[in-house]
C-alpha cells in the first residue's frame, strides 16, 4: 500500500486512494481521490504535479471556516480549482477562548475516538452529507480532500467513500492506519503552523485499527453503512452509483 504515497513538498500526509481491493474483486482507480494533510504550503511544483499532471478539479477542505481563515489556502487559491469549505466540527472545537470549547473538549476526553468519529455524522450542521454528494459529481473528479493533519476529519470521508464504493474494510482500516508512518512529520509540521501550535499536545495521535473498526460498528449499528448513511441524507444511489463508477478501475 505504501506505493500510493504522493511525495510533495508542501505536505507530509499525502496519498492516492486507488488501488484498494474491492469486495466484488478489482482495484479502485488511482488518479481520481486523494487524501492529504493542509495544502497551503504546497510549492509551485507541487501545483504543477497535481493540477497540469494529475488534472486535480476539487479541493474539500474539512477545516472551520476559521481555521481555513486563519491558515490559508496558499497556492491552490491562484488556480482554476474549484474550492469547497466543508466543515466536519463547528469552530468551537478548535478555539479555546469559545465558550463552547471546554464542553467540547471534556466531552472527548470522556468519549472513545471511534464515537468521536460518529459526532461528525451526528452533529447538527455537519458538512459530511456534503462532502460525499460533492464526490458523486463527475465535473469535481479528480479531486482531494484533506484537514490539518489529514488523518481523523479525513480518515472518516476516506472511509465514507470507500465503503460506499464496495472496498473491503479491512483494506480501508490498513488504509486509516497508513498515517501513523508519517505521524512524527504530521505534529513537526502543525507544531509550526499559527493555529495548531499553541494548542496543548495530544498525547496519543496515533491511527488505531480498532478505532476504525469500531467506527464501522457504530455505522452499521445506526444506518447499516456508509451507504445507509448517505440515503438518509438524501443522496440518491443513482449519485452514489457515478461514484463507485469512477473509482472502479
Not at 114 to 125: S, T
Not at 135 to 151: D, I, S
Not at 156 to 181: F, K, W
Not at 211 to 220: N, P, Q, V
Request: aromatic share 6%; glycine share 8%; charged share 30%.
Amino acid at each position: 500500500m505504501t506505493d500510493r504515497w504522493i511525495q510533495l513538498d508542501g505536505c507530509v500526509n499525502a496519498r492516492d486512494l486507488g488501488g484498494l481491493p474491492l469486495t466484488g474483486g478489482g482495484r479502485t482507480a488511482r488518479g481520481v481521490l486523494f487524501r492529504t494533510d493542509t495544502v497551503q504550503l504546497l510549492s509551485l511544483d507541487d501545483i504543477r504535479r497535481l493540477v497540469d499532471g494529475i488534472g486535480l478539479r476539487a479541493v474539500l477542505d474539512l477545516r472551520t471556516p476559521r481555521e481555513a481563515a486563519a491558515e490559508g489556502r496558499g497556492l491552490l487559491a491562484e488556480t482554476d480549482v474549484r474550492y469547497h469549505n466543508l466543515a466536519f466540527v463547528p469552530d468551537s472545537y478548535l478555539v479555546p477562548g469559545d465558550p463552547e470549547h471546554k464542553v467540547i473538549v471534556e466531552r472527548r476526553s470522556k468519549q472513545e475516538v471511534a464515537d468521536h468519529y460518529l459526532d461528525y455524522l451526528l452533529r447538527p450542521g455537519s458538512e459530511a452529507p456534503d462532502a460525499v454528494r460533492l464526490l458523486t459529481r463527475p465535473v469535481e473528479l479528480p479531486a482531494l480532500f484533506h484537514c490539518a493533519a489529514g488523518k481523523d476529519r479525513t480518515g472518516v470521508l476516506a472511509a465514507l467513500v470507500l465503503d460506499i464504493a464496495g472496498v473491503e474494510r479491512s483494506a480501508i482500516v490498513d488504509d486509516y492506519v497508513l498515517t501513523n508512518e508519517r505521524l512524527p512529520l504530521i505534529a513537526e509540521r502543525l507544531a509550526s503552523l499559527p493555529t495548531y501550535g499553541s494548542r496543548p499536545a495530544r498525547r496519543d495521535i496515533s491511527c488505531r485499527p480498532e478505532t476504525m473498526w469500531t467506527f464501522f460498528e457504530r455505522l452499521d449499528d445506526k444506518w447499516g453503512g456508509a451507504t445507509g448513511w448517505a440515503a438518509a441524507h438524501g443522496i440518491t444511489d443513482p449519485e452514489l452509483d457515478v461514484l463507485r463508477t469512477r473509482l472502479r478501475s
